[in-house]
C-alpha cells in the first residue's frame, strides 16, 4: 500500500528516561524482558523501566542498533555486528555487517536478525551466524531503528523535524499502519516490549521515550 495512503496517528508519549550522565546520544535500543538497553556511542547502557536509573554499564563500541535474542545482545559497531554476554560485555561472536556498514536498526525475530540501514532506506534479513543477507525490503523514508511486535515488523523513520513509527509488511516494505511522532522529536534506536509500547531512542536529546501503541 502506498505510504500516502496511510493516515498517521499521533504518537502517545507516555513516559521518558534521561538525559544521562556522560551520554550524548541515544543509538540503539532494545529490551530483555526486564531492562531497557541503549547504546551510547562508547558504553551499552542497560536502565531499570520502573526507577529511570541507569543500573549497568557495558565498555563496548555501541554507535547504532542493538538486538536481544533471549539470552544474548548484538550490537552493530562499526562495520561488524557484535554477539555479545549481557553479563560482562564479552564478545562472543562477530558477522560482517551488510555493504560495509552504513548500518542503523537492529532486531531479533524468529531466529533471525533484522537489519535497517539508514541512508540507503532498506532493511535486511540476515543470517546471525554468518552475516549472509537472506531477504531485503526498501522503503521510501530513512530508516532507523527496527523492531517486532506481536508477529509484525516496525521501523523508526528520522527526516529533518518529522520522525515516525511505522508498521510495514515484512515481505515487500507496504506500509501497513504509521504513528507520527511530535515535532523536532526524532526516533533513533526502536524496541517494543513484545505487548503495547515502544522504546524510542532520542538521537542527541540523550533520551529514550516510551510510545504507547495505538489501538
Given at each position: 500500500m502506498d505510504s500516502a495512503a496511510i493516515?498517521?496517528?499521533?504518537?502517545?508519549?507516555?513516559?521518558?528516561?534521561?538525559?544521562?550522565?556522560?551520554?550524548?546520544?541515544?543509538?540503539?535500543?532494545?529490551?530483555?524482558?526486564?531492562?531497557?538497553?541503549?547504546?551510547?556511542?562508547?558504553?551499552?547502557?542497560?536502565?531499570?523501566?520502573t526507577s529511570g536509573e541507569r543500573v549497568k554499564a557495558l565498555d563496548v563500541i555501541a554507535n547504532a542498533g542493538t538486538a536481544f535474542d533471549g539470552k544474548h545482545l548484538y550490537q552493530i559497531t562499526d562495520d561488524s555486528i557484535c554477539k555479545i554476554d549481557p553479563d560482562n560485555g564479552h564478545r562472543l561472536a562477530t558477522i560482517p555487517a551488510p555493504d560495509g556498514g552504513c548500518?542503523?536498526?537492529?532486531?531479533?525475530?524468529?531466529?533471525?536478525?533484522?537489519?535497517?540501514?539508514?541512508?540507503?532506506?532498506?532493511?535486511?534479513?540476515?543470517?546471525?551466524?554468518?552475516?549472509?543477507?537472506?531477504?531485503?525490503?526498501?522503503?521510501?523514508?530513512?530508516?532507523?531503528?527496527?523492531?517486532?511486535?506481536?508477529?509484525?515488523?516496525?521501523?523508526?523513520?528520522?527526516?529533518?523535524?518529522?520522525?515516525?513509527?511505522?508498521?510495514?509488511?515484512?515481505?515487500n516494505g507496504n506500509v501497513l499502519e504509521s504513528i507520527s511522532m511530535p515535532p523536532d522529536i526524532g526516533v533513533s534506536g526502536l524496541e517494543s516490549n513484545g505487548r503495547d509500547r515502544f522504546y524510542c531512542g532520542g538521537g542527541n536529546s540523550g533520551k529514550v521515550r516510551v510510545v504507547l501503541k495505538a489501538k
Open positions: 493516515k498517521p496517528k499521533t504518537a502517545q508519549i507516555i513516559d521518558e528516561y534521561g538525559p544521562f550522565p556522560d551520554v550524548d546520544a541515544v543509538h540503539g535500543v532494545s529490551y530483555d524482558g526486564r531492562r531497557i538497553w541503549f547504546a551510547s556511542g562508547d558504553r551499552l547502557n542497560a536502565l531499570d523501566p548500518c542503523s536498526g537492529l532486531a531479533w525475530a524468529e531466529g533471525r536478525l533484522w537489519v535497517g540501514q539508514y541512508k540507503n532506506r532498506r532493511i535486511h534479513q540476515l543470517d546471525p551466524d554468518t552475516g549472509e543477507i537472506l531477504s531485503t525490503i526498501e522503503s521510501n523514508r530513512f530508516v532507523t531503528g527496527v523492531t517486532w511486535l506481536d508477529g509484525e515488523l516496525w521501523h523508526g523513520t528520522w527526516e529533518g523535524e518529522e520522525s515516525e513509527l511505522r508498521r510495514v509488511d515484512h515481505h
